[in-house]
């Protein structure tokens, strides 16, 4: 079988307390099927350590290659950017505040033998302290993205697709909801690959989440007035059935105590979202930064592994 050649990119902005595990990781996964033939970076408007950690990085592996953008202009912009700076037939796309598990790229990849498969999602696994009210939170919220991209792909956080188009919209603050409709478009079907797990970090504070929740939401209704598409946890219905029925989902004391709190916060970051799109006219393009969301450990490396190491 033919090895699938790729393009992992990682848009970044500020983030030198995670850029180090989350290359690490790329550099040293584990492929059957499929080459990694090249690992970009897009540095947008660093100010931090980020832009020298990457270049150590470029002087070990010969895959690995920077690509620095004086001022941040967004991440939509930094993908359109990488789009003009790769050849790959297929492009994975990557949070620089995660970190991939060791075949998580083996995974996401190897569907695209199937001509069909225009477009596949991993599975976030949050590095949060799920006995704290937010921990909760953000493994009860990325519980229900499972069982909702397991009836429907929704892709988030760790992202692969056929390189056929040159741009996605530049305004959009939800690049991969932005790519969805585009492959759809092409009579393409989306896979979700939960094998290919992905360890993030949620907000640790409220304030956090509620940040992070208004920026995708609004980001949702862009693309819903802008491209005609709906992503799948749009449906509040669907959700909030899926919470009272699906498997997977842990109903103990903390399910009854803490869900109702955490349906609440979820329906006002959605209004907020609204509001901003709506009526303050806020698209989230360039957002603020969750900052308790920037450091990950992931099983495989730990919290003790040195950026630049």
């Not at 202009?73 to 949070?95: F, H």
């Not at 991993?122 to 519980?143: E, K, S």
């Not at 449906?235 to 869900?259: E, N, S, V």
Request: proline share 5%; glycine share 8%.
């Amino acid at each position: 079988m033919k090895r699938i050649s790729c393009c992992v990119a990682v848009m970044a902005y500020n983030e030198e307390a995670n850029i180090g595990k989350m290359l690490k990781a790329l550099c040293q996964q584990r492929l059957t099927h499929v080459q990694i033939a090249e690992i970009i970076v897009v540095a947008s408007g660093c100010v931090d350590r980020t832009e020298g950690i990457v270049r150590q990085f470029c002087r070990r592996d010969a895959r690995v290659r920077l690509i620095s953008q004086k001022q941040r202009q967004g991440k939509s912009s930094a993908v359109n950017t990488l789009l003009r700076n790769t050849r790959q037939e297929v492009i994975v796309l990557a949070n620089a505040d995660t970190i991939p598990a060791p075949e998580a790229i083996e995974h996401l990849v190897a569907p695209f033998h199937d001509p069909e498969v225009g477009m596949t999602g991993g599975r976030p696994v949050p590095t949060n302290d799920p006995h704290t009210f937010t921990g909760y939170m953000i493994h009860l919220l990325w519980q229900l993205h499972h069982q909702i991209s397991l009836r429907r792909p929704k892709m988030g956080e760790l992202i692969a697709f056929r390189n056929f188009f040159r741009q996605i919209p530049r305004d959009s603050a939800v690049d991969e909801a932005s790519i969805e409709p585009l492959i759809r478009g092409q009579g393409l079907r989306l896979r979700y690959v939960p094998e290919a797990v992905v360890y993030n970090r949620g907000p640790e504070t409220v304030e956090d989440f509620l940040r992070q929740r208004r920026r995708i939401y609004a980001g949702h209704v862009y693309v819903r007035d802008t491209l005609g598409y709906r992503v799948s946890t749009m449906k509040g219905r669907h959700i909030l059935w899926l919470l009272l029925t699906a498997p997977g989902i842990r109903r103990d004391w903390r399910y009854f105590l803490w869900g109702p709190a955490v349906i609440g916060l979820e329906v006002w970051g959605r209004l907020l979202g609204v509001m901003d799109y709506r009526v303050w006219k806020r698209k989230h393009a360039v957002w603020e930064v969750a900052k308790t969301t920037k450091v990950v450990a992931a099983p495989s490396l730990g919290p003790s592994e040195s950026a630049g190491s």
